[in-house]
C-alpha cells in the first residue's frame, strides 16, 4: 500500500527547524545515521513531510531519493500529519468480515478524509491497520488510546460526538 503525501500545507516552526538542524550537524558525519535522524525529525514535526525530507538530505548530504525511499519503505515513518485524533480502524480479517469496512467509510464520509490524511483544522487523522489484538471484540477502531469494540456504522456519529471539544 502506497503511503499518501499530505495535502495540508507545511507549517513547521522555526524552533523545530532549529532542532532540526541541531540533530543533522551532530549526525551529518556518518551517513550510516540517516535513518536515525529520520526518526528524530518526526519526533519534531510528527511526520516526514517534503520540505523536512529536503533539509535531512541537503543537511545529510545524501539524495533526496534516498530519503524518500526510506521513508516510503519502513512502516514507522508518515508523510502526513496525524491529527489531534488519530482514528485507527482495524482490518483484520476477524474486524473486516464483521463490518470494518463499512465503518471506515463512514468515518471517511462524515470526516471528509481518505486513509492516511489528516483534516484541514487538525483535529482528525483516519488510519487503517491490521490486527490490533481485539479479535473478540471485532470490529475494533480506536481514537488515540481510546479502544471501541463491536461497531456498527450507526456508532461513528456517536464516537465522533465525544472528541468534538
Same mark, same amino acid.
Given at each position: 500500500m502506497q503511503k499518501k503525501i499530505s495535502k495540508l500545507p507545511f507549517n513547521g516552526t522555526k524552533e523545530q527547524e532549529a532542532q532540526l538542524m541541531q540533530v543533522i550537524a551532530e549526525n551529518k558525519h556518518d551517513k550510516s545515521l540517516l535513518m536515525a535522524v529520520m526518526q528524530k525529525a518526526q519526533d519534531i514535526y510528527g511526520y516526514l513531510p517534503r520540505e523536512?525530507?529536503?533539509?535531512? $538530505?541537503? =543537511?545529510?548530504?545524501?539524495?533526496l531519493e534516498k530519503v524518500y525511499g526510506v521513508?516510503?519503505?519502513?512502516?514507522?515513518?508518515?508523510?502526513?500529519?496525524?491529527?489531534?485524533?488519530?482514528?485507527?480502524?482495524?482490518?483484520?480479517?476477524?474486524?473486516?468480515v464483521k463490518g470494518a469496512g463499512d465503518v471506515f467509510d463512514k468515518l471517511s464520509e462524515r470526516?471528509?478524509?481518505?486513509?492516511?490524511?489528516?483534516? $484541514?483544522? =487538525?483535529?482528525f487523522s483516519l488510519t487503517a491497520c491490521r490486527c490490533i489484538g481485539a479479535c473478540g471484540l471485532a470490529p475494533v477502531l480506536t481514537v488515540n488510546e481510546d479502544v471501541y469494540g463491536r461497531l456498527t456504522v450507526d456508532d461513528v456519529d456517536d464516537i465522533l460526538a465525544k472528541y468534538q471539544d
Open positions: 523536512v525530507q529536503v533539509m535531512i $538530505a541537503e =543537511g545529510m548530504d545524501v539524495p521513508a516510503t519503505f519502513y512502516a514507522q515513518f508518515s508523510l502526513s500529519p496525524k491529527g489531534k485524533y488519530n482514528i485507527s480502524v482495524c482490518l483484520g480479517t476477524a474486524c473486516y470526516l471528509g478524509i481518505g486513509a492516511d490524511e489528516c483534516t $484541514a483544522d =487538525g483535529k
